[in-house]
């Protein structure tokens, strides 16, 4: 397997859209304490309809970084990659399972079921999260979604199955070619899903393998339709909010057990968030070139943090950090306002923290993490140690060290 670099503005801008992506995660994570007649419960799942594009994006970031820099596959090279991704994810997941676990029962918060008894259970919990998602084929399927302890750590467990699949993927690209982008554009927005998986999981990667193994440059396309796609998209997240809430109130409100009109909007909207996303981050970035101040200010500061997105990911559902409430609930006591602040705030601060935990320990204690966020912290001061620059001087290259997966050993032209 080649290790081809990644183009310059692409590297960049998966960079740059972690952070913004990971505040969506956690806006979509955070419990809306405000009953529905309050404009604050309008607001948060407003958000969240945004936010369910996040995963999507994700999983298109890694299946596009792994197949861009694949020009063939064998045996050898196959094996490689899967050595490699037991280091990168499957020991940060054990881990990152074990940590709210025994957090959990020093808080004294009861488990369904003892792990260490059943080791699956780290990848399904005793009490799966089963949902029902209809294909506008005429069929549903089955959706586990929640492992056991650190649930959010699902998107890992199924990049883990799809890696594992590469060789399927590999070949079914090299018989299908560029067709392969139109069929995943389709069979999400009609949700082809399998027993186990989401569609909205699944085909977002194939996508993303599609575009990386053909070499397709989206990102001009994804700024020149930006602007109006946004527009769109939330029109499509309000449409969908309105219908869930007002429209058929007595359906699940919670989107567990979605109706096939809730389909069309949510696969819409998900597939116009990954344009949004994307544009956005390539129109920032092109701003930067061209010498824009504040453009370059945003960008350096997102690259410079994008190594810390992997810990800040697995690391902002540990129960005991939820006590950080108690801090947001009394930054403001005017009770008009105080709600809303304390919503944004709580996510703010709760990244923050993470954000600078991540590296003040990567200074002092490497080797740890550098086995809990599967290498990528190890990566974070590398170039800047090499040339003997500052933190602020290597920002360009913080996708060496990126939080996304496939992210970590991506060369950047810095590094080829």
Not at 83 to 94: A, D, G
């Amino acid at each position: 397997m080649s290790k081809l670099p990644i183009d310059k503005n692409i590297s960049r801008v998966f960079a740059a859209v972690q952070i913004p992506l990971l505040f969506f995660v956690m806006l979509l994570h955070t419990p809306i304490n405000a009953p529905i007649n309050h404009p604050l419960f309008w607001i948060g799942e407003s958000l969240n309809e945004l936010g369910r594009t996040t995963a999507s994006c994700f999983f298109f970031i890694s299946g596009y970084l792994i197949f861009a820099r694949l020009d063939s596959l064998t045996a050898k090279s196959y094996f490689g990659l899967l050595r490699k991704r037991f280091f990168s994810l499957f020991i940060p997941y054990i881990v990152w399972m074990c940590i709210p676990f025994v957090i959990s029962l020093l808080q004294g918060v009861d488990f369904p079921c003892d792990p260490f008894d059943e080791p699956y259970k780290f990848f399904y919990s005793n009490h799966p999260h089963w949902y029902s998602q209809p294909s506008l084929l005429g069929y549903s399927f089955t959706v586990i979604q929640y492992p056991l302890g650190n649930f959010v750590l699902w998107y890992i467990r199924d990049l883990m199955a799809f890696i594992i699949l590469t060789p399927v993927f590999f070949l079914l690209l090299k018989v299908t070619k560029k067709a392969m982008t139109p069929i995943c554009i389709i069979a999400m927005l009609i949700n082809i899903g399998f027993g186990g998986w989401q569609s909205v999981d699944f085909w977002p990667y194939l996508l993303g393998c599609s575009l990386g193994f053909n070499r397709t440059d989206f990102l001009p396309l994804c700024r020149r339709l930006a602007p109006s796609v946004t527009l769109l998209w939330l029109l499509l997240c309000a449409v969908s909010v309105y219908d869930r809430f007002i429209a058929h109130p007595m359906v699940d409100p919670t989107g567990l057990c979605i109706s096939r009109p809730q389909v069309i909007l949510l696969n819409s909207s998900l597939l116009c968030g990954g344009i949004v996303f994307f544009g956005w981050a390539c129109r920032l970035v092109e701003r930067s070139d061209d010498g824009h101040r504040l453009a370059s200010g945003i960008l350096r500061a997102l690259l410079f943090l994008a190594p810390a997105a992997f810990f800040v990911y697995v690391a902002h559902e540990i129960p005991i950090l939820r006590n950080l409430r108690y801090i947001t609930d009394h930054i403001i006591s005017n009770p008009d306002v105080q709600p809303y602040v304390s919503y944004f705030s709580y996510n703010l601060l709760r990244l923050a923290l993470l954000a600078a935990l991540f590296f003040l320990l990567t200074r002092f204690l490497p080797r740890t993490m550098s086995f809990i966020t599967g290498h990528r912290s190890a990566r974070a001061y590398a170039p800047a140690a090499k040339s003997g620059a500052t933190p602020s001087q290597y920002a360009s290259n913080a996708l060496s060290a990126s939080s996304a997966p496939d992210l970590s050993d991506t060369q950047t032209p810095g590094d080829t």
